[in-house]
């Protein structure tokens, strides 16, 4: 089982279907640093594809970056449309990224650090190199995923219910 699991992960990440197309939100020192991490270790699964640029990084000129810019943080939404994974570099970006837009993009989040008094049922960690990123679920219970469950809940419910009628009737 490790054995294939090792040798399907290996083809994957080569051909590149193992990768989710990755937003890096913030252009300061710690996301071009996890940019270049990233982009030496694919077998993170995280295929970086350029900068969501904040009210911080007003100072950075796109010329010294590694990576496009994809826009504004205020256009994040927009942005969503072909990201699987945003990577966030501050607690203070999530935020941003929740005050500027009632309908966040349909992304999965990372905070990559600066979590510490952050308070949440949904966390998972995530390796992102030589630095540990905290995955946050987002609306777990979105209408989609309610009606997902309810179907799966009456699929195994009604046949088993259905297999039990003898023994109660016995």
Same mark, same amino acid.
């Given at each position: 089982?490790f054995?294939?699991?090792?040798l399907l992960?290996?083809?994957l ?7 989710a197309?990755?937003?890096?939100v ?7 640093r996890?940019y ?6 694919p077998?993170?699964?995280f ?8 009210p #911080?990084?007003g100072?950075? @000129?796109?010329?010294e $970056?590694p990576?496009t810019?994809?826009? *504004?943080i205020?256009?994040f939404a927009?942005l969503?449309?072909?990201i699987?994974v ?6 203070d970006q999530l935020?941003?990224t929740?005050?500027i837009s009632n309908?966040p993009?349909r992304?999965?989040?990372?905070l990559?650090?600066d ?6 049922l949904w966390l998972?960690?995530r390796?992102?190199?030589?630095a540990?990123g905290?995955?946050?679920e987002? #609306?777990?219970?979105?209408? @989609?995923n309610r009606? $997902? ?5 009456l *699929? ?13 009737a016995?």
């Amino acid at each position: 089982g490790f054995y294939v699991e090792l040798l399907l992960r290996n083809i994957l990440v080569r051909t590149g279907l193992w990768m989710a197309p990755t937003a890096l939100v913030g252009c300061g020192a710690t996301a071009q640093r996890l940019y270049k991490t990233l982009i030496a270790q694919p077998e993170l699964g995280f295929r970086p594809i350029g900068f969501v640029r904040t009210p #911080d990084d007003g100072h950075v @000129q796109n010329a010294e $970056l590694p990576a496009t810019v994809l826009g *504004a943080i205020e256009d994040f939404a927009r942005l969503g449309e072909g990201i699987q994974v945003a990577i966030l570099t501050s607690r203070d970006q999530l935020a941003l990224t929740n005050a500027i837009s009632n309908r966040p993009p349909r992304v999965q989040l990372i905070l990559l650090n600066d979590a510490l008094d952050m308070q949440t049922l949904w966390l998972r960690l995530r390796p992102l190199g030589n630095a540990v990123g905290i995955q946050l679920e987002r #609306d777990p219970y979105l209408c @989609q995923n309610r009606f $997902l469950k309810r179907a799966i809940d009456l *699929a195994i419910a009604i046949p088993a219910g259905i297999l039990s009628l003898p023994l109660l009737a016995a």
